[in-house]
């Protein structure tokens, strides 16, 4: 949209307006960081071991030995059963007698029986979770798992519909809405009755959540000039998401149960947003789609006088009328597959955004299960995305795009897998491989976004970046079932995350460079797939000849 930057470009890169824009809309991301993760504090699993009712008249004796030992996955050490129990009744008869367990009575002998009274849970760390609240424990703890899936799910149909309605209504309406909502929803589960109640009240925090962080995302990119909307993109709302990470932890820590944490998590949003509706205008890019000139022209000169800046008498009116031919092609997910060309480009990145949203969030929801404070870890899991973002944006700015994504993928597949060859009493050295695992997939995250958006053309970078989107949350959703190995090894998660990201690395040597290249306006400008490591020029071949041909008729002021 080169003529929308000449016209703007009377207004700078970086006046009070645009500062104002970049900061606000920053803000509001944060809560994406603390509500989005708040499942690793709200549905943790502290220690537990079946109910031995106090009515029983057992003595200390029997009632420490009612709960027989196993051998622990994690440490194959032996520990306390947490889904059976001794058969109460024979031990009940074995106290009566006086005789005495181990020395009168070898337990083994004695049948088990499942927790039927319940579960005793650990509250040393926890006052109460949602799974202490509704046991989702043994039998039934793969509801935990699938409260996470289920929040991602609402986050993948978010996803869908955001980009819709912020095309149809407006990206700041949309922006208020979804802030609206993922603080509302927020504070209704505190009052979830069940496990069913708060799983639907979570699908519809994750639509908010997703929404909030998209329309802030296209707002800040519409509104800004070239050089800060680069920042804005790679660096900006991922290091205020992290902010909003890092406040988690600091928020757990003091509110140990989780009804009032979520009403601490969705309280400030009710504080902020208010305000920031008279500061935050609307996109005049889509202003102007919609041939709402006048509105576009009233915030450019209102910027203009925040900049303290004379602007033109006319801005737009010559621009709009490209615009308005502009919308005559409409584009929509199936031209990301029609052409053999746009189509391998695409399935490549979907696999690359699949597989980076399976080991971020996969990482990120671990953090509860790692040695040593969960408060800890999990601050410690935010602060590493500081740098990580930090360094997404150097490399961007320059290096080569695909030796980049190659580079952060591989390096955090390896780290993943090195964690296996820890042993077991290392535990620090562990988590510190960890840790380094999540650094360089935060990074590689942050760097195929962008990069996503300077493949694709013009004609089709919004709906090319919305099907990416997509593609991510359906990793999102079963990253939780990748934590959930853990009970069955502990080391399978590690090994089929770090296989799967190191895999990703070779895969997205495939893709075109675009750095240092021009973004290409239609289907036809895109690279040849796969890419090669010298930057080339581009050769249409006779159908792409036709296909721009075609697009470039259509887009002819008649």
């Not at 955001?162 to 504070?187: E, P, W």
């Not at 399976?358 to 969960?374: C, D, E, R």
């Not at 695992?437 to 970078?461: C, H, L, N, Q």
Request: net charge neutral; glycine share 6%.
């Amino acid at each position: 949209m080169a003529d929308y930057e000449a016209a703007t470009s009377f207004l700078g890169e970086w006046g009070r307006f645009q500062q104002q824009v970049f900061f606000l809309l920053c803000l509001s991301i944060i809560p994406n960081g603390y509500i989005g993760l708040s499942v690793v504090f709200v549905a943790d699993t502290p220690p537990h071991r079946c109910l031995i009712p106090d009515h029983l008249n057992l003595s200390a004796a029997w009632r420490n030995s009612s709960i027989p030992l196993e051998e622990d996955n994690h440490s194959s050490q032996l520990v306390l059963s947490k889904c059976s129990r001794y058969n109460l009744q024979d031990v009940l008869n074995y106290s009566d007698r006086g005789w005495l367990p181990g020395v009168d009575v070898n337990l083994s002998d004695v049948a088990k029986e499942s927790c039927l009274d319940g579960w005793e849970y650990d509250h040393s760390v926890y006052i109460s979770t949602i799974t202490t609240e509704w046991d989702l424990v043994c039998d039934n703890r793969w509801k935990n798992p699938l409260t996470s899936s289920i929040y991602f799910c609402g986050v993948f149909a978010g996803s869908f519909i955001s980009g819709q309605f912020s095309d149809r209504y407006g990206r700041k309406i949309v922006l208020f809405v979804a802030m609206a909502v993922q603080s509302v929803f927020t504070f209704i589960q505190v009052f979830s009755p069940s496990w069913s109640v708060f799983c639907a009240m979570f699908f519809v925090t994750g639509m908010g959540q997703i929404s909030n962080y998209v329309a802030a995302f296209v707002l800040g990119t519409e509104i800004l000039g070239p050089r800060v909307r680069t920042i804005y993109s790679t660096a900006g709302a991922s290091l205020f998401f992290a902010v909003g990470y890092m406040l988690l932890p600091l928020f757990g820590y003091f509110i140990r149960d989780w009804r009032m944490l979520l009403l601490g998590l969705s309280l400030p949003g009710f504080l902020l947003y208010v305000p920031f509706w008279w500061f935050i205008p609307e996109s005049p890019r889509w202003l102007l789609s919609q041939g709402r000139v006048e509105e576009a022209e009233a915030i450019m000169r209102d910027a203009a006088k925040r900049n303290k800046i004379e602007p033109p008498p006319v801005i737009f009116s010559p621009l709009q009328k490209e615009l308005q031919c502009e919308k005559r092609k409409a584009y929509n997910i199936c031209d990301l597959l029609r052409s053999r060309n746009i189509r391998w480009i695409s399935v490549t990145l979907w696999l690359l955004w699949n597989s980076v949203a399976i080991a971020y969030f996969a990482l990120s929801l671990n953090t509860a299960n790692l040695h040593g404070n969960a408060y800890f870890n999990c601050f410690v899991s935010a602060v590493v995305e500081l740098p990580a973002y930090t360094l997404s944006w150097v490399m961007f700015r320059w290096c080569s795009r695909r030796l980049s994504l190659a580079s952060t993928f591989f390096m955090g597949g390896l780290f993943l897998l090195f964690i296996q060859l820890i042993p077991a009493n290392l535990t620090y050295l562990a988590t510190t491989l960890e840790m380094m695992g999540k650094f360089a997939v935060t990074t590689a995250f942050a760097i195929v976004y962008a990069y996503t958006a300077e493949i694709y053309p013009t004609v089709v970078r919004n709906t090319a970046l919305g099907a990416c989107s997509m593609a991510s949350r359906i990793g999102s959703v079963v990253a939780p079932y990748f934590i959930y190995l853990r009970s069955y090894s502990i080391s399978l998660p590690y090994i089929l995350m770090g296989s799967i990201t190191a895999l990703s690395g070779l895969l997205s040597l495939l893709l075109p460079e675009s750095y240092g290249m021009p973004l290409p306006d239609t289907i036809a400008h895109m690279q040849h797939f796969p890419g090669c490591c010298q930057k080339t020029p581009y050769t249409l071949t006779n159908t792409e000849e036709k296909e721009n041909a075609g697009e470039k008729k259509s887009q002819v002021v008649p």
